[in-house]
């Protein structure tokens, strides 16, 4: 089932940070350790269900759009050169397209275009675990983007994430890819889960 935060992100499950864990039902604490394994891709079943999940709500999210091109970007982890679990699903689902499986297993008759590096840190940021939670100003200033004239590709654009808390991250990344010719009109966010 897809969710939809105030702010229009889409997201899968909800995530129950481990501080909350003694208010909350076995199920939701077994949901949120599977996001967190997938987040540290500790379990391969885990990073292959969580990737199904995104590219059948991919599918569903742009069943209408007038694009048959959809472009999958990342957001950028915190760190400088710490590898994302979510441009490795970009990469599977980019696969699955490139096999005929994303039509063939989902259904889905749009291109996968791989931008899972579009957007990287140039500088670290803060997360919860660390302090202050990083602005929407210094999140910003440490994203780079790779490419400009974005409406070129008459894409698209799906901004994927892990976990979604407040939504600073991929706020961010959506101005970034407007500033870089992205059209507003044909951009989504989605999560796997967003914090409760």
């Given at each position: 089932?897809?969710?939809q935060t105030k702010d229009g992100i889409y997201y899968l499950h909800n995530y129950t940070p481990v501080r909350r864990f003694n208010y909350c039902s076995e199920e939701e604490v077994a949901m949120s350790r599977q996001i967190w394994a997938y987040k540290n891709k500790d379990d391969e079943d885990t990073f292959n269900t969580f990737t199904n999940e995104m590219m059948r709500a991919i599918v569903k999210i742009t069943n209408n759009s007038a694009s048959d091109k959809i472009a999958l970007v990342a957001v950028?982890?915190?760190k400088v050169g710490k590898k994302s679990?979510?441009?490795e699903s970009i990469r599977v689902m980019k696969n699955w397209y490139d096999q005929g499986f994303a039509q063939s297993c989902f259904g889905c008759n749009?291109?996968?275009m791989d931008f899972s590096t579009l957007l990287t840190r140039?500088?670290?940021v803060n997360t919860s675990h660390e302090g202050p939670r990083a602005t929407y100003d210094e999140h910003k200033k440490s994203i780079v983007c790779s490419r400009d004239r974005l409406f070129r590709y008459r894409a698209v654009f799906i901004i994927l994430d892990d976990v979604t808390t407040t939504g600073t991250i991929m706020n961010v990344c959506k101005d970034i890819l407007i500033e870089?010719?992205?059209?507003?009109q044909y951009m989504y966010r989605l999560a796997i889960a967003q914090t409760v």
């Open positions: 089932m897809i969710n950028p982890p915190s679990t979510i441009a749009k291109r996968i140039a500088s670290n870089q010719g992205a059209k507003k």
